[in-house]
């Protein structure tokens, strides 16, 4: 079965430090894995995602992510935190195929940021 | 670039009302699915359809119905409303040949 799993429920950092938020993922078969973010009282954005590319992908605002098969990971970096990057983090991986497709979620990260 | 348009943004309704929510997707895209997610936790799939079809079925309660019109609107329909119901409803739309998603701002919905 297809899962999701955030290790960190909650990540603070100070301003101008990397970030990580981590994400491993359970599929039986190549998946399509995804980053989105949701600022406080917003909607779901797209970060960036992973199609069986390259296997580093880089997303806007600065993120970038690498598919790691060996290790079922796809961790989100960024290397200097800014105050606006506050928001919570879904790691997404998309099963399923055509019109049947469907998205099975991590539980989130909140990103806090300290000045 | 266009968007996934929802309207209303925000909507208040007491127990046992109705309301409908509307979906319009991004231009060329011909799936649309909504999910329901609750104050701190992650958007739990509802339903989709493709080509004004229902595709897939998720944890939508028998309450709620849905459908998808000729232009590719949709729209979800909420009866005999919970407090339980209050949430944030998102509706997101894809091309189906495509794994990419792309998600509307969302409705609030808060039942007194």
């Known amino acids: 079965a297809q899962s999701v799993t955030q290790l960190d429920s909650h990540v603070s950092v100070s301003e101008g430090t990397p970030v990580l938020l981590r994400c491993n993922y359970s599929?039986?078969?190549?998946?399509?894995l995804f980053w989105y973010v949701q600022h406080p009282n917003k909607g779901l954005q797209l970060l960036l995602k992973?199609?069986?590319?390259a296997t580093l992908v880089k997303g806007i605002n600065g993120f970038e992510a690498e598919f790691k098969k060996s290790e079922t990971s796809f961790h989100l970096t960024k290397p200097s935190a800014h105050m606006s990057d506050a928001a919570e983090y879904f790691c997404?991986?998309?099963?399923?195929?055509?019109?049947?497709?469907?998205?099975?979620w991590g539980l989130g990260t909140s990103l806090a940021v300290n000045p | 670039a266009a968007g996934v348009i929802q309207s209303p943004r925000h909507l208040i309704k007491e127990k046992r009302e109705t309301a409908t929510l509307k979906c319009y997707p991004i231009?060329?895209?011909?799936?649309v699915y909504w999910y329901q997610q609750g104050p701190g936790q992650d958007p739990q799939f509802l339903i989709s359809?493709?080509?004004?079809?229902?595709?897939d079925k998720g944890s939508i309660p028998d309450r709620f119905s849905a459908q998808q019109f000729s232009d590719y609107h949709s729209e979800l329909n909420m009866s005999s409303l919970e407090l339980g119901d209050s949430a944030l409803y998102f509706c997101?739309?894809?091309?189906?040949?495509?794994?990419?998603?792309?998600f509307g701002p969302g409705t609030r919905l808060l039942v007194l």
């Open positions: 997101a739309s894809s091309r189906d040949d495509a794994s990419t998603q792309y």
């Open positions: 231009p060329r895209h011909d799936t």
């Open positions: 359809f493709y080509e004004k079809m229902q595709s």
């Open positions: 599929s039986s078969y190549s998946p399509s």
């Open positions: 992973y199609t069986s590319a």
């Open positions: 997404v991986v998309s099963v399923g195929a055509g019109n049947n497709r469907k998205l099975i």
